[in-house]
DNA sequence: ACCAGACGTAGACAGTGTCTACGGACACCT
DNA sequence: AGGTGTCCGTAGACACTGTCTACGTCTGGT
């Protein structure tokens, strides 16, 4: 979208956002992204000073993106706090599987802070939203808790299916049944 | 352990599992591996044509030591199919938080297959442990739909604790209790 | 008109993975 | 003994990477 005559800044990031769509993670060359960008390899360092901050810069985007996708699939659910859940739940499981190389990139360890807010931040407001779904599903749970529980669980979920052991272990390659069966577990009676 | 004298292919594994353990996973470089084994850059070529079937190497090894410390872990725990599951599952977190790099490294998506062997059957085996031992613990459920849930809730807590951003949505630094929470969702019927 | 600052270019440097040509040791055969 | 392969590691080249520094070039303000 809207990458001509928008500062370079903001244009090496869309840069790189696509590249990392398109490409994968390893693709995400500083120079890489500099030609994409149409402009030559020092000129990242005026915006970014190395390569780690450009990179998390790209992450950021993702973030907000993941929590765009995630808010407005979450409110098409309509009120039922079980909906809810589940439609999150399956926002999120799309991003990490469709988006792949950027879920990836978001959660390498090496791309901590950058700027005046570190990167581990960006996931905190979609984590409420997770924590406040479970509270009402699970009202007498440590809803925290149990949140954390099962974002880690979507996030193990994403991560070896895109690895490709998972389907390879359980045996399928229905992502569906997947999901409904960490909803089941989690939300809890109405599975099994 | 033994590196003099037994091949420059199985120490270029002991040593790149050394230091991937001791400096992450940015320092298994080529070269620094061919420097640490204290040969040339060219001369791990003789034994694994590129860089990455060397990673994949390395990671194998990881492999196979998860599973001896998971099978070990629980053989300790008695017969009871529920402290065995709660051992397995401390056990592979224990390694993943333990052996962060190791444990990145072998669930890197750029490092299927390598000699005979893919990579994503080395996790097989234990899969079946933990395939097995759902079963046992919940009879009535989908076996392995249920393990495979269980496996990615394990698998997502270790990368997102080693990644920071649990302990700091949730608010605790007690692994245990984290990981007492996924014990009591999957084996059931204690905690809550 | 002039100056100062912002912005991007161009080239150097060390480090990386891959490739090719080379050397030396060792066993084996006549 | 003398030659001959074959294994195994070395040395150097090449293109590529991220970082650093010096240099233009263009703009706006006084």
Redesign the pocket.
């Known amino acids: 979208m809207g990458d001509s005559e928008a500062?370079?800044?903001e244009r090496l990031v869309d840069v790189g956002a696509e590249l990392v769509a398109a490409e994968g993670l390893q693709a995400?060359?500083?120079?890489?992204?500099?030609?994409r960008a149409?402009?030559?390899?020092?000129?990242p360092?005026?915006?970014?000073?190395?390569?780690?901050e450009?990179l998390s810069a790209i992450a950021r985007r993702g973030f907000t993106e993941l929590a765009e996708r995630v808010g407005r699939a979450e409110e098409e659910s309509g009120p039922d706090p079980r909906a809810r859940l589940a439609a999150l739940a399956r926002a999120y499981l799309r991003f990490a599987v469709e988006q792949h190389g950027m879920h990836e990139l978001m959660f390498r360890h090496d791309l901590l802070e950058s700027g005046h807010l570190g990167l581990r931040e960006h996931s905190l407001p979609l984590f409420g939203r997770l924590v406040e779904l479970v509270a009402r599903v699970r009202p007498g749970a440590d809803a925290r808790l149990v949140g954390g529980a099962l974002w880690a669980n979507l996030h193990g979920v994403g991560r070896l299916w895109g690895w490709g052991g998972l389907q390879l272990a359980v045996g399928t390659d229905d992502f569906e049944r997947m999901v409904d069966t960490v909803l089941a577990v989690y939300a809890g009676s109405d599975g099994e």
């Open positions: 500062g370079l800044r995400l060359t500083l120079r890489e992204i500099a030609r149409g402009v030559s390899h020092g000129a360092r005026r915006y970014f000073p190395t390569h780690r450009l």
